[in-house]
């Protein structure tokens, strides 16, 4: 079992409904997040392309954040889900330089803190908060590993992209273009 998200660039507006939903499932203090959504505009005026779209921990399967956590306090659970005990983490902030994805963040609390794939509810048969609550179901939760899955079919059946490719990560966060 691996898990992974896609994410439809041609069906999110940007409306941060799972900013929103994952802030509030996953008791992320105001003024921080585990997700966020980015938009991106490309091209030469007046043939411009604008991209928007909802970004999180990629969940790799390279994990440099993992590799140099000097304490273990970052690892990989079942499915590939990327976690980190606050309890082992001392906040040394290695695994946040070492995510080419800027998707961790010092917690208040002194730990650091990141987008878990909602493990407490797949855990239970549920998908993530954020792709519960996507109005426009830009956001899909699945295995790879099971062919018939909504995701295995996304991306069978679409185009899609990583982002930063060239780190050999190997992310589990996929873009539908």
């Excluded at 043939?47 to 928007?52: A, D, I, P, T, Y």
């Excluded at 990327?82 to 290695?94: D, S, W």
Aim: hydrophobic content about 30%; some cysteine.
């Amino acid at each position: 079992m691996r898990y992974a998200m896609t994410m439809d660039t041609k069906k999110c507006v940007g409306c941060s409904d799972c900013v929103v939903a994952c802030q509030t499932e996953n008791n992320v203090p105001l003024g921080y997040c585990r997700d966020w959504i980015v938009e991106k505009t490309e091209g030469t005026y007046p043939h411009l392309n604008m991209e928007l779209r909802s970004e999180r921990c990629n969940h790799c399967e390279n994990t440099p954040c993992v590799r140099t956590c000097p304490t273990g306090a970052s690892h990989v659970i079942e499915g590939g889900i990327v976690k980190v005990t606050p309890e082992e983490c001392i906040g040394c902030g290695a695994c946040i330089q070492a995510c080419p994805y800027d998707s961790r963040y010092f917690h208040p609390d002194g730990y650091v803190d990141k987008c878990t794939f909602c493990d407490h509810r797949v855990k239970k048969g549920q998908t993530t908060a954020c792709v519960a609550v996507c109005p426009t179901k830009c956001l899909t939760f699945g295995d790879l590993d099971d062919p018939n899955s909504d995701v295995s079919k996304l991306l069978r059946d679409r185009k899609w992209k990583v982002l930063a490719p060239e780190t050999g990560t190997k992310p589990h966060v996929f873009f539908l273009t």
